[in-house]
């Protein structure tokens, strides 16, 4: 009877640290973002973060002053890595994956992808980090969204979590 029980036990351990540790499980990164640019404050765009085969995407979905037929025509042909065939300096502003290829280092932490500013071209090195809104620092829940172009050089924004409604609200 030991044995029976023991075994259950081990089953059950095992089956929930798999389950922990299920990279489809959905993080908290995932989900609908607002932009907020980091000096005026002012909302940009909003956002679709949502993972593909273990790394992490993000799509805009609306913009300020952006219809869908704007076409980022600054961007160059190609990107390495881009996960869209075709030439991106013909594809859309809203819905092309502008953020891509990041891996989760941990829950609610992603990096090692870029992010293309489709309305210059510029390409950066792209982390997006978590956090939950602890009534001190952040008072809501909060994305950080870091863009560097090497050595360290480069700028932080803090996104806002989004309902569906509020992305569908930008015009």
């Known amino acids: 009877m030991r044995r029976i029980v023991l075994?259950?036990?081990?089953?059950?351990?095992?089956?929930?640290?798999?389950a922990a540790q299920d990279p489809a499980a959905q993080d908290?990164?995932?989900?609908?973002?607002?932009?907020?640019?980091?000096?005026?404050?002012?909302i940009q765009s909003g956002w679709?973060?949502?993972?593909?085969?273990?790394?992490l995407y993000?799509?805009?979905?609306?913009?300020?002053?952006l219809s869908a037929q704007d076409i980022a025509v600054?961007?160059?042909?190609?990107?390495?890595?881009?996960?869209v065939a075709g030439k991106v300096n013909r594809m859309p502003f809203l819905g092309s994956p502008w953020i891509f290829g990041l891996r989760m280092e941990s829950?609610?932490?992603?990096?090692?992808?870029?992010?293309?500013d489709p309305s210059n071209g510029n390409m950066y090195k792209c982390k997006i980090t978590h956090h939950a809104a602890d009534g001190k620092k952040f008072k809501t829940e909060v994305m950080e969204l870091r863009g560097e172009i090497g050595l360290g050089i480069g700028g932080s924004q803090l996104w806002?979590?989004?309902?569906?409604?509020?992305?569908?609200?930008?015009?």
């Open 7 to 18: 075994s259950a036990v081990l089953v059950f351990l095992c089956a929930f640290t798999a």
């Open 28 to 42: 908290p990164i995932e989900g609908l973002w607002l932009s907020v640019d980091d000096k005026s404050g002012a």
């Open 48 to 55: 679709e973060l949502y993972q593909d085969g273990g790394l």
């Open 58 to 65: 993000g799509k805009m979905l609306s913009g300020i002053d």
């Open 74 to 83: 600054k961007c160059k042909e190609s990107y390495k890595g881009f996960p």
């Open 107 to 116: 829950p609610g932490v992603w990096l090692g992808g870029n992010i293309i």
């Open 160 to 171: 806002i979590r989004a309902t569906r409604e509020q992305i569908d609200a930008l015009h």
